[in-house]
Nanobody, 125 residues
Framework: QVQLVESGGSSVQSGGSLRLSCATS????????LGWFRQAPGKEREGVAT???????SYADSVRGRFTISQDGTKNTLYLNMNDLKPEDTAMYYC???????????????????WGQGTQVTVSS
């Protein structure tokens, strides 16, 4: 059974930084698309960043240049480094895994079938 466990969410002020972590497994990381998604109250879940087995990332326009998705050397942990955080980044952040979907992994929710429980990020102005 695939288990994804997020951590690192917190409350920060605007302009601050956070690093989210997602515990995965080498098998999952080597055979799946991995992604970070977020959902704010009253809004749909949106894809923030994804990473495929070839190491090519994909970012939402709203976070490009501020967020970086990466893995550790063992591929057991997926990270999301978030810089210059803004109040509109406030959301529950989820780690997800799904079947490979090309060189660049999709940011559409329906492409992912394994999800973590989420970690809350709150950015105050």
């Amino acid at each position: 059974q695939v288990q994804l466990v997020e951590s690192g969410g917190s409350s920060v002020q605007s302009g601050g930084s956070l690093r989210l972590s997602c515990a995965t497994s080498e098998y999952i990381s080597s055979n799946s698309c991995l992604g970070w998604f977020r959902q704010a109250p009253g809004k749909e879940r949106e894809g923030v960043a994804t990473l495929g087995t070839r190491g090519i990332p994909s970012y939402a326009d709203s976070v490009r240049g501020r967020f970086t998705i990466s893995q550790d050397g063992t591929k057991n942990t997926l990270y999301l480094n978030m810089n210059d955080l803004k109040p509109e980044d406030t959301a529950m952040y989820y780690c997800a895994a799904g079947p490979l979907s090309g060189i660049v992994c999709s940011r559409f929710n329906y492409r992912y079938n394994y999800w973590g429980q989420g970690t809350q990020v709150t950015v105050s102005s």
